[in-house]
């Protein structure tokens, strides 16, 4: 067993409310921990509660319940200095490199007002470590003196990137990264990635719907439907043997080379839809989309259980084994 970096136990996140409105619970009863060095997988359709679960973890927004604490430190960033020891812990990387860059500064200013905020270094070491920053993330130092709107999406979120790594944190939370990027370019990002995290011993959160990004990146993952986790677990079981419907949903939509296996594969369950509003709160939320729903599903709302080892799924139907006997059937 590693370093317990990041812990999050029950995390409630609502928003609204009052004035006869319905809250919106964006984030419910979520926990993780994850050990220094190792990668959560995120993953969900849009609406999930993905980037919301980023925003905790990071200390943009206060939970509404719950609790997260970094190497074992409660996090309760209030006052700007709190906020500013946790940014050097952890960081965001955002979706969109150019709307998170400041359109009026360059590479070299963006990444020297970093380093002047928290400071890290002098005046005079600021350009050698500039320089360094986009060695890390293998920019040339010509892209130094550019603007964002002189960079591609690669070149954008490589910058995003050093900015992030600027302050030294121990977790990077990946929100998105390469899903505006142009598919050609995923991979370098991506073995970017990799790479630094071999070098800096770097802990990842990656969130993402892209279940084959995923795949490449985690060691375990969580799969998130209307803010709650409905299944996680090691990598390898949760993508290669899914228990929850909507697991099974999200790896069929999953395109593969060859279209008569992916014809197949996609008969097997229904592929994702936009998601049903649970308002009620009563019974599984997947319950109006789920083609194994039974009369208990709409009542009670499953817990997590373990299904083997740390696989564990929210699932009435998979919990007794019934998917899998589902699956097998001729």
Known sequence: MGELILAARDL???????????PVLAVRGVSLALEQGRTLGVVGESG???????????????????????????????????????????????????????????????LQEVLGVHELAD????????????????????????????LSGGQAQRVAIARALAVEPRILVLDEP???????????????????????????????????MVRHISDEIKVLYLGRVVEEGPYEAVLDDPLHPYT???????????????????????????????????GCAYTPRCPLAEELCGR????????????RVACHVAARGSVRATAAAP
């Open 48 to 110: 999930c509660g993905k980037s919301t679960l980023a925003r905790l973890l990071v200390g943009l927004e206060s939970p509404t319940s719950g609790t997260i604490e970094i190497a074992g430190a409660p996090v309760d960033a209030r006052s700007m200095r709190e906020r500013r020891a946790l940014a050097r812990q952890v960081q965001l990387v955002f979706q969109d490199p150019h709307s998170s860059l400041d359109p009026r500064l360059t590479v070299t200013r963006a």
């Open 178 to 212: 390469t899903s505006a990027l142009d598919v050609s370019v995923r991979a370098e990002v991506m073995n970017l990635l990799v790479g630094l995290q071999d070098a800096l011993g770097l802990t990842y959160v990656f969130i993402s719907h892209d279940l084959g």
């Open 123 to 150: 005046r005079k070491a600021r350009p050698a470590r500039v320089h360094e920053l986009l060695q890390m993330v293998a920019l040339p130092s010509r892209f130094a003196s550019r603007y964002p709107h002189e």
């Open 12 to 22: 409630v996140k609502e928003y609204g409310g009052g004035l006869g409105r319905t």
């Open 300 to 311: 009670v709302n499953p817990s997590l259980t373990a299904v083997s080892g740390e696989h």
């Open 248 to 282: 099974r949903a999200l790896a069929a939509a999953i395109p593969i080379p060859d279209p008569l296996p992916d014809e197949a594969r996609r008969a097997t369950g229904p592929g994702p839809t936009p998601p049903v509003v649970d308002e009620t709160g009563a």
